[in-house]
């Protein structure tokens, strides 16, 4: 992986706040829609960092991705018969709504911001015949001539290989990187295509297509990413979250997501092994939509048991990817409220789901750090660490996220079932009390620790855990200095002053502490900040390392609460026991830590 990069450009690294929860669906048609979804976020403290504005806030069809809000829903403009043109079609029968709260969307990204989130928003590569794109591609021979999505509308994609193209594509773009826009949405860089065989025997600008078409995402990516670097002024790392990509594409600020997968327990399985072979080759970041996008497995609702039980798991895993973001396909909805009420089993395991997302932001964002800094990757398939390990090695449902939190997500049924008409049933009456048992296999040469129970096991062998609705199998690495950080509404409500380094005893470990200023490219000229953990099993020490680096408005001070996890020090989710605390100013601290309740611990290993 490292030779990969080193071949085809480093991994770069995405602003803190992407590493939170984001909220998206298929589709928000108003302003007003969007905010309210954030609204209620805040409200209800479900924890979020991201909301995304999907397509057709230019309007209809024959007006796509014009890169500029043109359906009158968005600008004030309903009702009047100059802007009646751009309503999409399955909002002309839509009822008056009244005066918009906002009245713009400048007005929407304020709003946004305001209330502490970001916003991504969808771009093609495609223009519709209404575009002023379309129509000054079409002046340079840089339309690609192919159907694409939408069908039937005349749309088509540039070619991404002129490079006069790519530039008018950043030149109409730069009006929504000027409203403040925080990330981009790169859909269909395939892009959608529909030719027959045999009809793909075209040139673009450079070769024929056959021979450059694999190449058409990379170059996509490349151009918005290097021409926002190149904006004058510009603070904010380039976000772009991808359908498609090759090599190359982790040095562009780019995510891949899967696509538009079916919402199945077959597709959840699928999808593990999807990513894992993509950050096989070198690609750190990828993400998958929880829940799944299509739903034509299930009656469309979200109160459907059967429903909320695929989306709670698809959450959980969530929690264990590079990115967690929240999606489905019209006519359902994926918004957590959607789901039921606090106190009901599935909203509750899901919003304990995001909660552990951002109390372990300190371990991700080090992982991410270490992406950068030195080749990492933050989805491992067993094989990367296990190689002499013939049953790791070969298992596609489990993996390292990181290089110490063994993960298995839950991906199949344990508690709800479906009947013919796509209806869901629980299985027991009370949810919550169930727990079914899942087997996960815990690799050689290592012991492991249950992270909700701090069960010790040796590796080599499978185990049947029991998983309640709120739990996924989760094991940690004896060895482990894992940071958690605080309980937060969003990625910056509160510094890292104190963290809590749990450290898992059973074998010598270190960890190391990656900052930075969380948005903006100065890591790259070394402004970023290094602590190095290290825990010695032999003599029970763990010593913190002098802080390498810094930047500006870093922490000069700061308190760690060590625990050294055993039966009593508290598990999981929850802050735990306390071992010792300790002021950090970035000079070398060197604690020796003894084991708690030494005796009642061993005996709960040896039970």
């Known amino acids: 992986i490292a030779s990969i990069r080193e071949l085809t450009g480093q991994a770069t690294m995405f602003p803190k706040w992407a590493m939170g929860f984001w909220q998206c669906r298929e589709r928000y048609k108003t302003s007003d829609e969007l905010a309210g979804v954030l609204d209620k976020y805040r409200k209800l403290k479900i924890p979020t960092d991201a909301i995304v504005q999907d397509w057709q806030y230019w309007g209809c069809d024959s007006n796509w991705n014009a890169m500029k809000f043109q359906n009158p829903s968005y600008i004030n403009k309903v009702g009047d018969p100059a802007y009646a043109k751009y309503l999409p079609a399955d909002m002309k029968q839509m009822k008056a709504q009244g005066e918009p709260r906002l009245k713009s969307p400048e007005e929407m990204v304020k709003y946004v911001h305001k209330n502490d989130a970001h916003l991504m928003i969808s771009i093609w590569a495609s223009f519709g015949p209404w575009t002023e794109q379309y129509r000054e591609l079409k002046k340079m021979n840089a339309l690609l001539p192919f159907e694409t999505w939408p069908r039937n509308s005349g749309v088509m994609p540039y070619d991404v290989f002129n490079p006069k193209a790519r530039n008018l594509y950043w030149k109409y773009l730069t009006h929504l990187y000027q409203m403040g826009f925080d990330a981009w949405w790169t859909d269909s860089t395939e892009p959608d295509h529909f030719e027959k065989p045999g009809d793909e025997n075209y040139q673009t600008f450079d070769g024929s297509w056959l021979g450059v078409k694999n190449a058409f995402p990379l170059l996509h990516n490349k151009s918005i990413y290097e021409h926002q670097r190149a904006m004058k002024g510009n603070e904010k790392r380039s976000l772009q979250m991808t359908r498609s990509g090759s090599l190359g594409i982790q040095h562009y600020g780019t995510i891949c997501w899967s696509g538009d997968v ?54 959980q895993w969530g929690t264990f990817m590079p990115l967690m973001r929240n999606h489905c396909s019209s006519p359902m909805v994926s918004e957590l409220y959607e789901f039921g009420k606090q106190g009901d089993w599935a909203y509750d395991a899901m919003i304990k789901a995001i909660k552990l997302r951002y109390r372990l932001l300190p371990y991700i964002y080090s992982t991410a750090g270490d992406c950068v800094q030195n080749s990492g990757s933050m989805m491992r398939a067993l ?49 919550r009390k169930a727990a079914a048992p899942v087997n996960v296999y815990l690799p050689k040469g290592n012991k492991w620790y249950d992270f909700w129970s701090n069960t010790q096991y040796e590796g080599g062998q499978d185990i049947q855990r029991l998983c309640p609705i709120d739990i996924m199998p989760v094991f940690i690495k004896a060895g482990t200095i894992l940071p958690f950080g605080p309980e937060v509404q969003y990625s910056s409500e509160k510094p890292w002053d104190e963290l809590e380094i749990r450290v898992y005893p059973g074998a010598d470990g270190k960890f190391t502490l990656y900052e930075d200023e969380g948005d903006n490219y100065n890591y790259e000229k070394g402004k970023f900040s290094e602590i190095q953990f290290v825990w010695n099993e032999a003599d029970r020490t763990l010593s913190i390392a002098p802080r390498k680096g810094g930047y500006k408005g870093m922490l000069q001070h700061r308190r760690f609460h060590i625990v050294l996890v055993d039966a009593n020090s508290g598990a999981g989710d929850q802050p735990m026991q306390a071992s010792k605390s300790v002021e950090y100013d970035r000079k070398t601290v060197k604690l020796q830590i003894q084991v708690l309740h030494r005796i009642k611990y061993l005996t709960h290993v040896k039970k």
């Open 383 to 431: 094989v990367m660490d296990y190689a002499a390990d013939k049953k790791a090695s070969r298992l596609n449902d489990e993996y390292l996220f990181g290089r110490n939190i063994l993960v298995k997500p839950v991906t199949d049924p344990l508690y709800t079932w479906k009947d013919k008409e796509k209806k869901g049933h629980t299985i027991y009456p009370d949810v």
């Open 262 to 315: 079916v919402a199945s327990w077959n597709e959840m399985k699928n999808q593990i092994s999807s990513g894992l072979n993509f950050s096989l080759c070198g690609i750190p970041f990828w993400n998958t939509d929880l829940g799944g996008f299509f739903y034509w497995e299930f009656e469309q609702n979200p109160k459907n048991p059967a429903i909320q039980e695929l989306q709670t798991r698809w959450m």
